[in-house]
DNA sequence: ATGCAATAGTTGTATATACAACTATTGCTA
DNA sequence: TAGCAATAGTTGTATATACAACTATTGCAT
């Protein structure tokens, strides 16, 4: 990304990216190589969309967002500059561990859940090969009553597999955000808590650990809480846990 | 607030508040009186629109925000969600304390700056009726050198006052977060940096410790960094400070 | 030097609109 | 039962526009 004075700044092989990312990457790189230290006023909105060729909203949004994330500081008439912060590593990997959280609590599924499953293992991100799969989850009928899970309609679990570093990373500093980023959702109030191994799960399933379950090819219930679930493993095998769903 | 079933939110006395700012008060009350549980999947941005009678994009800055201080989950298609978290009051405490740094952060005077000086006084803080006259600054001509100080021009210092209590809470858990917001700015780069308490700034401007200074009234500078000032204080009196200001 | 008015520049709030991307469900077909 | 298509609902991105609120500077009159 190079910027020719006075003209606009293209946005090259980025088009993948949302234009505010790209814009938000370039003051990033800006500040990261000194060229606009600390307290250097950074373009007004104004400049950043005739720069860019993007609307106002678009300019101010890299710009909100970089404040909300501490590193520029904003004042209603004077303009926006680039904050103070101890050293520039530790505040720009806030920022990029802002974004994952941020990318993570978006792209995550946020559905009806019923019991809250967080699977660490970092075995099983390398298999299911977590880049292009990163959210893989289970969903099936389960609800507990006395201690003893008990079946229940249209409910369903989520297990979401978790890189093993940013849970490390966050649990002690910042757990719950974190968690609700990643944190499977239920509309159901406070059920149950439970961390789940991947052998758990495996057990829960009644597969093999050598075969963790990929993906709920499809899901059905009728109004008496009766399931299928097929499920693919790694090489395209389906597997069929019957109708009846009982741990 | 009261909300009549299926019809529009009226936003009541709160005229002065922004709107979007209503609408995540009335979110957060919902969460913390427990009506909304964690996890409860809250009105989409349409239904909010209609509710409140606003524009799309303010309803979804209100559950943005939230989003973003770790209270809601949003997740594409699905809708946003409740987050899940362990106390409601350490989250909710979480928000206000949010809010209460992006709002200074935001009315903070960013200006150019030559000198980060952070004065901290409880007693300050209440002499000078910190709610009505929130961020109090002093305006100089100040540069170091070798240590010295010397005259420079178009320089001026801002003194901030903060709240020790905030203070205190922050400078262990994220002090570059709080100082990013609340500190001055300066367009030049790394001069000083000095923390002074309320005695230091009155020896500073040579005046009495029980007439701290108000308010700049008026400040200019020539190109030869002749100064003056003229700073109120408590009753109202004026004090010149001279032309020359070495310290 | 002082006080005031006017001005331009910057960020804050808000609306209206459009389309893209993703999700959950429903319905059709075999 | 399984596969597929269609649909509606939700959030994500982006533009264009308007006005409010605040800041810094300039200019004028005294």
Redesign the pocket.
């Known amino acids: 990304m190079s910027i020719t004075s006075k003209s606009k700044i293209e946005f090259g092989n980025n088009e993948k990216?949302?234009?505010?990312?790209?814009i938000k990457q370039y003051i990033c790189q800006k500040i990261e190589s000194g060229t606009w230290p600390q307290h250097y006023?950074?373009?007004?909105?104004?400049?950043?969309?005739q720069q860019?060729?993007?609307?106002?909203?678009?300019?101010?949004?890299a710009?909100?967002e970089l404040?909300e994330q501490g590193i520029l500081v904003?004042?209603?008439?004077?303009?926006?500059f680039v904050a103070t912060f101890k050293s520039q590593s530790s505040l720009l990997e806030i920022r990029n561990i802002s974004d994952e959280i941020q990318e993570r609590?978006?792209?995550?599924?946020?559905?009806?859940l019923m019991l809250k499953s967080i699977a660490v293992n970092e075995e099983v991100s390398i298999l299911l090969n977590l880049k292009n799969n990163e959210?893989v989850y289970l969903s099936q009928i389960l609800h507990f009553e006395n201690g003893f899970p008990i079946q229940l309609e249209?409910r369903y679990v989520n297990a979401a597999l978790v890189p093993e570093y940013l849970l490390q990373d966050f649990t002690e500093t910042t757990p719950h955000e974190y968690l609700s980023a990643v944190a499977p959702l239920t509309e159901a109030t406070h059920e149950i808590e439970a961390i789940l191994a991947q052998e758990d799960i495996c057990q829960l399933l009644n597969i093999s650990t050598a075969q963790p379950c990929l993906q709920v090819?499809?899901?059905?219930w009728?109004s008496k809480g009766?399931v299928?679930l097929?499920i693919l493993t790694a090489p395209g095998n389906?597997y069929?846990l019957g109708?009846h769903l009982v741990f």
């Open positions: 990216l949302a234009k505010y990312t790209v006023k950074v373009p007004s909105e104004n400049e950043l969309t860019f060729d993007v609307s106002r909203m678009t300019a101010r949004r710009l909100q404040t904003r004042s209603q008439g004077s303009g926006t609590g978006h792209k995550h599924h946020a559905k009806q959210h249209q090819k499809r899901r059905t009728s009766v299928s097929a389906k069929r109708n």
